[in-house]
């Protein structure tokens, strides 16, 4: 069964059918590609043969927002270490978790 729908991926460490653009006819060996399933093979785009797709947009969103996530986690553990410490956390951690449970 033929699927309409685009799929994204990165071409490091995916493959997909023949791994060649249909737009510029150019092998797809490395950056972003999107491809769905024509029934009898695979329809493939690099990201540059397919830039008007708004899909690129929602996807680079996501990215920021989950790379945004990370770093402020990154940035309040660096904070909290060098405020009280790794063996504090340990002991903050073991405290709450014996007074109150640990949070669902």
């Not at 996501?62 to 956390?89: I, P, Q, T, W």
């Amino acid at each position: 069964m033929a699927r309409k729908d685009w799929v994204y991926a990165h071409a490091e460490g995916n493959r997909t059918g023949l791994m060649v653009c249909h737009a510029c006819n150019k092998p797809i060996t490395e950056g972003q590609y999107r491809y769905r399933d024509a029934g009898e093979k695979f329809v493939l785009a690099h990201r540059r043969c397919s830039a008007t797709d708004p899909q690129w947009v929602k996807l680079d969103k996501e990215s920021a927002e989950v790379s945004a996530y990370h770093a402020n986690c990154y940035r309040a553990a660096k904070a909290f270490v060098n405020e009280f410490g790794l063996m504090d956390l340990e002991e903050v951690i073991e405290d709450y978790e014996s007074r109150y449970g640990v949070p669902q």
